[in-house]
């Protein structure tokens, strides 16, 4: 059975940072696409990053040059690395994964309601 547990979100004052993780359990993180979302309170799902099965990588246009996303394959995790987090970060933060999402389409913005696996979230909040 595959799951995702996520982990490392936290409050933090704007300019901050935090690194979040993602276990995957059950089955080879380098076999699927992965990804990072996002949902603030009131607003719309927002993909904020991808890493493929070669860990090319994608990012959101309001996190890139801040955020960072990365594989370890030893110990079957993802991390998002936030740096100089502001207000508008904050929102539950959530890995996902798809064995059936081809490499093209992972790192173009694949829409979330194609990714099977969800992880439970992890809370991030960036306050003044």
């Known amino acids: 059975q595959i799951q995702l547990q996520e982990s490392g979100g936290g409050s933090v004052r704007t300019g901050g940072s935090l690194k979040l993780t993602c276990r995957l359990s059950g089955a080879t993180i380098n076999a699927k696409c992965m990804a990072w979302f996002r949902q603030a309170p009131g607003k719309r799902r927002e993909g904020v990053a991808t890493i493929d099965r070669d860990a090319l990588l994608n990012y959101a246009e309001s996190v890139e040059g801040r955020f960072s996303i990365s594989r370890n394959d030893g110990l079957n995790t993802i991390h998002l690395s936030m740096e100089r987090l502001k207000f508008e970060d904050t929102a539950m933060y959530y890995c996902?994964?798809?064995?059936?999402?081809?490499?093209?389409?992972?790192?173009?913005?694949?829409?979330?309601?194609?990714?099977?696996?969800w992880g439970q979230g992890t809370p991030v909040n960036v306050s003044a």
């Open positions: 996902a994964a798809d064995p059936t999402i081809s490499d093209a389409d992972c790192l173009h913005r694949v829409d979330g309601s194609r990714f099977r696996y």
